[in-house]
């Protein structure tokens, strides 16, 4: 069974960058969709950004020219960079693993790793 593992996230204030990383380990597949996603307390998880084994990435609007999804094949690891953080970035974040996209889509993702706090202040 696949396991994930993020880290790197901490506080700092706004303007600000960092960079999650998620480690995974386990059964891993050749074919599969990664996605960050973050919960601010009293919200639903969403979506930040989604990369798939062909390297194809998607990312929220809320996000989109400030974070950066990349994954390292070679040491099953995914990142987040984070640069130019804001209040509103404020969030637990999880990374997660699904199956190979579908039309281009990402969903179903199953496996979840414990989060990892992003505080920013202004």
């Known amino acids: 069974q696949e396991r994930l593992v993020e880290s790197g996230g901490g506080s700092v204030q706004a303007g600000g960058a960092l960079r999650l990383s998620c480690v995974a380990s386990?059964?891993?597949?050749?074919?599969?969709?990664l996605g960050w996603f973050r919960q601010a307390p009293g919200k639903e998880r969403r979506v930040v950004a989604q990369?798939?084994?062909?390297?194809?990435?998607v990312y929220s609007p809320s996000v989109k020219g400030r974070f950066t999804i990349s994954q390292d094949k070679a040491k099953n690891i995914m990142y987040l960079q984070m640069n130019d953080l804001e209040p509103e970035d404020t969030a637990m974040y999880y990374c997660?693993?699904?199956?190979?996209?579908?039309?281009?889509?990402?969903?179903?993702?199953?496996?979840w790793g414990q989060g990892t706090q992003v505080t920013v202040s202004s």
């Open positions: 997660a693993a699904g199956p190979p996209p579908v039309a281009s889509t990402c969903a179903d993702f199953g496996v």
């Open positions: 386990g059964t891993i597949y050749s074919d599969y969709c």
């Open positions: 990369i798939d084994s062909d390297g194809n990435t």
